[in-house]
Each structure stands twice: as structure tokens, then as C-alpha cells.
């Protein structure tokens, strides 16, 4: 299926899953707004997606910096003149048992995973309403469903993005769409972050089993392509081959 050309502001769109969105939403005929902190890794996705005949642009974001992230959704609609769809993939996995007491990756993961989201939609909110509607799109996990040991902080925030999400869709009224995508064991660079040596070879074992980052790509690409009166509201992807 395919629908007419919207604009896109992706988060965390420097690698993994926020890359593979762009690519894919680019060549759905979408307008894209890119943001992440590594702007070398933008500038090159932006003119890849561009030289393809695609239209895209970026800017530098920290989505645990509420101001910039309202500076990235306005230079969206400045460059493009709405935001149609927001998509809050930006997080962070510092995976370790909570005795280890990493307080500061509880922190950055908090920061990032809850407060990066909530910013996005406080950002994109005023936006959505003065142009009469829109579509947030959250990036969870299979870590909104379930608890495992060394990733209790990382699954409490990721069960708080689906209530955050369950919670702005039932409040929208219908006139900004939600949906919530929660991946499985998926091939990124989330897992680069943990530092924690036992829950870093647990996590190597875990992901022996991954989809690649486009079949996510694909569930957002499906979410956003719905007429204005379906809103697909969660989609769990797995590998076939996962147990959990």
C-alpha cells in the first residue's frame, strides 16, 4: 500500500533502525527530517537518500534536550511546511544488573528512552493540532512486554513508552494517530553501549538470532501508510526463531 507524500522527522536516525526508516520511507515517495547527534553519519544518509531522487534534510539532535527538540520538529515544518508523522526512535541499552548500581546509565537510559519521547510529543502536539492532525510513531521493544535480568531500567522505560503511547491515543481523539513499535532482537548498535562485561556476553548470545533493521522499516512503513481512519496501534516483530 501506498499513501501520499508525507513528512517525516525521524529521531536516532544516524544508524540501525532510524536509518533504515528513512531509506525506506524515502523511497515511499515521503519527505524526510533527520536527527541524531552524529551529523557526519546524517550528511551522508541525507545525500544518499537525495542522490536516489529522494527528498530529505537534517539537523543535529539531542532528544534529551527538550528546546532542541522542539528546534527540530519547527525547522521540520519551516523546511517543509508541516510534520506530518513523528517518529520517536531514539534509545539507548546499557544493559546490567541492578546491583551493580550504574546510576548514571539508569539516568542516560531514562533520559533518552522516556524523557527523548515525551519531548517529541510535546514537541510535535502543537504542530499536529494547528494543521489538523498527524501521526506519532514510538519505538519500543519486546522489552515493553517482558522483564529480563540486566534489563530491568531499559524494559521499565520501554513499558513506559507503550503507556505513554496507550495514553496519547486515547486522548487524541482521533485526530493525531499512534502507533507503537516494538521490536525483537533486531541487528543495530544498541547493543554497543553496554559496558557491564557479564550482561555484554549475554546480550552477544541473545542477539546470535537477529532480523535486520529494515524489516522494522517495513511495520513503520505499513503503520504510516494507512488511510487517515485506521490507526494501527501496535506491532511486535520478531525473528521467527525467537523464543522470547
Not at 24 to 45: K, Q, S, V, Y
Not at 101 to 108: A, N
Not at 182 to 193: F, I, N, R, Y
Not at 214 to 227: E, G, N
Amino acid at each position: 500500500m501506498t499513501s501520499a507524500a508525507k513528512v517525516v522527522a525521524v529521531t536516532g536516525a544516524s544508524s540501525g533502525i532510524g536509518a533504515a526508516t528513512a531509506r525506506r520511507l524515502a523511497t515511499d515517495g515521503h519527505r524526510l527530517f533527520l536527527g541524531a547527534r552524529r551529523t557526519d553519519r546524517l550528511d551522508a544518509l541525507t545525500g544518499e537518500i537525495t542522490a536516489a531522487g529522494g527528498s530529505a534534510a537534517f539537523q543535529r539532535l539531542d532528544v534529551t534536550d527538550a528546546a532542541d527538540v522542539r528546534g527540530f520538529v519547527a525547522a521540520a515544518r519551516d523546511r517543509f511546511g508541516r510534520v506530518d508523522v513523528v517518529v520517536n526512535n531514539a534509545g539507548v541499552m546499557p544493559l546490567s544488573p541492578l546491583a551493580a548500581l550504574r546510576v548514571d546509565e539508569w539516568d542516560r537510559t531514562i533520559d533518552v528512552n522516556v524523557r527523548g519521547v515525551l519531548y517529541g510529543i510535546a514537541a510535535a502536539l502543537p504542530v499536529m493540532r494547528a494543521q489538523g492532525g498527524g501521526h506519532v510513531v514510538n519505538v519500543a521493544s519486546v522489552g515493553a512486554y517482558e522483564v529480563s535480568p540486566t534489563a530491568a531500567v531499559y524494559c521499565a522505560t520501554k513499558f513506559a513508552v507503550r503507556a505513554i503511547s496507550e495514553g496519547l491515543r486515547q486522548e487524541s481523539g482521533g485526530d493525531v494517530r499512534v502507533t507503537l513499535v516494538s521490536p525483537g532482537v533486531t541487528e543495530s548498535e544498541l547493543a554497543d553501549g553496554i559496558a557491564d562485561p557479564d550482561a555484554k556476553a549475554a546480550m552477544a548470545a541473545y542477539r546470535a538470532v537477529a532480523i535486520p533493521a529494515t524489516a522494522i522499516a517495513d511495520a513503520i512503513a505499513y503503520a504510516v501508510a494507512q488511510p487517515p481512519e485506521v490507526d494501527v496501534n501496535e506491532i511486535v516483530v520478531r525473528p521467527s526463531a525467537s523464543v522470547a
